[in-house]
Structure formats: structure tokens, C-alpha cells
């Protein structure tokens, strides 16, 4: 069971196009925050964030009780006090135990997570590359997620974000895997959430073209070695040609 509360800001940013003139571009600045339990001791968990434009800004989780900035150099130009947002978990446990009696433990339905698993950039074989696991669209934000490489589970690299908020009060979350793309090689991403019965899972492997065969090699040479001969022949006529012709109009006329 689950509290979520957010709330989105709708920020208008004054911008210059050339030639246009000044125009206002909607920005929204988005604090997300929830505190959930499953049934039994020590089974409760929460998260306070801030987002701007679907991108994270800060989060502060209730074990670790310190902002932890998406990128250190937010920190350097801003601040924010943990306090704050453990204040606000404690409500959010307050308002779940009177949610819950109310309720009769009734819970929310469970929305499924949308998969998704991607490069980031072009593949090649053998460059180090990282895999992207993206969950999109789900609630409540408990989400397990599993690499694997042909068969094998893979854990070694993998990092995992937080819980990021949508606007829609679902939720998101990203998974990195490192690698080095080889040819034939299968990877896998499963979420397990509680709204699946399963794991919700997708393939990737690297699309990359063949390498061509002996044969077709030796065929490219033979035809290489062909349109070669024949030119050199075709070129050879020709100044034969010229020679004669230029022969033939040298030659002295009859007195």
C-alpha cells in the first residue's frame, strides 16, 4: 500500500529565436514524493525528489537520509535540507495508516510497467557501449529489474536509478548495463512488478552487418580482375587506333 503525493509547477522560460522574436516556452518544475509498506515488519520505504522537465534534479531516500544530487554540480549552485523531506515521508506514513483504516485495506489497482531496452549510442563490435533498461509507466513504484546475457544473469556494471516521477503520478525507472557488443550474443530485461503476473521482459542483440564469405570475396576479386583486363585492353585499342590515324595523315599525297 501506498501514499503519493506531487505536485507540478508550470514555469514559462522567456526565449529569443532570431528573426521571430520573443517567445514563451512552458517548463515544469515537478516534487514528487511517496511512502508505501507491504504486509509485515520492517516492509516500508519512501522517496522525496524535485524534477525539472521529466529530468531529475535531487532525490532523498528515508535510509540514507541526505540529498543526493542527480549531478554533483547541482549541488554547487543550490541546496537542500534532508530534514525537509523526512518531515514530509513522516506525514505521508501518517496519512497511509489513516488512508488504510478507512479504506478497509482496500488497495489502488496496480498499473504495469511499459518496457523498453535500447543502446546508447551506435553499436559496434567490440566498443564499450551501455544498455538501457527503461520501465515507463507504472504504480506503485516497486520494480525489480534483471540482466541477463545469453541465459546468465549479469550484475556486474549494472546501475540502477531511483524512482522518478511523471506528471500523471506514475512513476519510471532506468537501468544501466555496461558492455562490449559481440556478435551473437543475446541480452535480456526483465521487471518484475506487482501488477504482472510475470516478469515483463525484452531481447536485444547487436545488429550488425555480416562479414562476407570466402567465396563472395573471391568473387568480388575475379570480377575486380575482369573489368581491370578489360580495360586495360579497351585503353590499348584505342592508341592503337590513334596511332594508325595519325600515320595514315602523315602520309604524302600523290604529285
Known sequence: MAVLSGAAVPLLVLGVLGGIGAVLKP???????????SEGPD?????FGFHFDADELFHVESDAAQTVWRLPEFGRFAS??????LQN????????????????????D???????????????????????????????????MEWRRNGAV??????????????????????YLPFEPQRGDVYSCAVRHWGAEGPVQRMWEPEVPEPPSESSATLWCAVGLAVGIAGIAAGTALILRAVRRNAANRQPGLL
Open 80 to 85: 537542500f535540507e534532508a530534514q525537509g523531506a
Open 89 to 108: 515521508m513522516a506525514v505521508g506514513k501518517q496519512n497511509l495508516e489513516v488512508m488504510i483504516s478507512n479504506s478497509n485495506r482496500s488497495q489502488q
Open 110 to 144: 496496480f498499473v504495469t510497467p511499459e518496457l523498453a531496452l535500447f543502446p546508447a549510442e551506435a553499436v559496434s563490435l567490440e566498443e564499450p557501449n551501455v544498455l538501457i533498461c527503461y520501465a515507463d509507466k507504472f504504480w506503485p513504484p516497486v520494480a525489480t
Open 43 to 47: 516492509k516500508a520505504w519512501a522517496q
Open 27 to 37: 517548463h515544469v518544475l515537478l516534487q514528487a514524493e511517496f511512502y508505501q509498506r
Open 154 to 175: 549479469v550484475s556486474e556494471g549494472v546501475y540502477d536509478s531511483v524512482y522518478y516521477g511523471r506528471p500523471d503520478l506514475l512513476f519510471r525507472k532506468f537501468s
